[in-house]
Nanobody, 125 residues
Framework: QVELAEAGGGSVQYGGSLTLSCAASGRISSIDCMAWFRKSLGKDREAVAAADPWSSYYAEPVRGRFFVSFDRDTGSSTLQLNGLKPDDTAMYFC????????????????????WGPGTQVAVSA
């Protein structure tokens, strides 16, 4: 069993930055991939980024602005959000699974075993 907890959300202005963190507890040795998803009003949940010890993947809307890391030893992940836009406003969730990240399914929420409760990010124009 793995429990996840996000931190670092908040309110920023257009162009600002935030750093989100996700800390795992429990069987952290079972985690091989950690990902970030987001859900905004009126939209479906969407993948943002994912990382394992060797690779990282990004959704097109955030590529070049967001950066993800995964520390397998501590079972933690960081998502650096730069150049924030109002469209980035959402609840951000971290997720973990006991299988490496792959380009063909890192963005499939059904492939993740554990989820955090989320942290809110609000970007004003």
């Amino acid at each position: 069993q793995v429990e996840l907890a996000e931190a670092g959300g908040g309110s920023v202005q257009y162009g600002g930055s935030l750093t989100l963190s996700c800390a795992a507890s429990g069987r952290i040795s079972s985690i091989d991939c950690m990902a970030w998803f987001r859900k905004s009003l009126g939209k479906d949940r969407e993948a943002v980024a994912a990382a394992d010890p060797w690779s990282s993947y990004y959704a097109e809307p955030v590529r070049g602005r967001f950066f993800v890391s995964f520390d397998r030893d501590t079972g933690s992940s960081t998502l650096q959000l730069n150049g924030l836009k109002p469209d980035d406003t959402a609840m951000y969730f971290c997720a973990a699974r006991g299988r490496y990240c792959y380009p063909e399914d890192y963005d499939n929420s059904a492939k993740y075993d554990d989820w955090g409760p989320g942290t809110q990010v609000a970007v004003s124009a």
